[in-house]
């Protein structure tokens, strides 16, 4: 079992910049993918990044793509998002998640959610 705890999120304005933290604890495999899931009031929760712990091969939503940019310190056992010119339709509750899964697809493992709202 992995235990995930995601910090960083807070208010923004549309423009600005935000670094999303992702502390993992417990068991981990070098073969396991974590990134990022968000989840807007009334809409699905949707895939926004992911990383694998290994290779390092990444993935984005295209929504996302050139804005945000995902990391990994596996010795840390650490995933963060970096998350540039926000907008306001990036206002959503951030999920960090891990699990032995392929890049865009969600592990059993989440975190609690961070909120991260976005101003006009």
């Known amino acids: 079992q992995v235990q995930l705890v995601e910090s960083g999120g807070g208010l923004v304005q549309a423009g600005g910049s935000l670094r999303l933290s992702c502390a993992a604890s417990?068991?981990?495999?070098?073969?396991?993918?974590v990134g990022w899931f968000r989840q807007a009031p009334g809409k699905e929760r949707e895939f926004v990044a992911a990383?694998?712990?290994?290779?390092?091969?990444?993935a984005y939503a295209d929504s996302v793509k050139g804005r945000f940019t995902i990391s990994r310190d596996n010795a840390k056992n650490m995933v963060y998002l970096q998350m540039n010119i926000l907008k306001p339709e990036d206002t959503a509750v951030y999920y960090c998640?891990?699990?032995?899964?392929?890049?865009?697809?969600?592990?059993?493992?989440w975190g609690q959610g961070t909120q991260v709202t976005v101003s006009s």
């Open positions: 990383i694998r712990w290994s290779g390092g091969n990444t």
């Open positions: 998640n891990a699990g032995p899964v392929t890049l865009g697809r969600a592990g059993y493992n």
């Open positions: 417990g068991r981990t495999f070098s073969t396991y993918t």
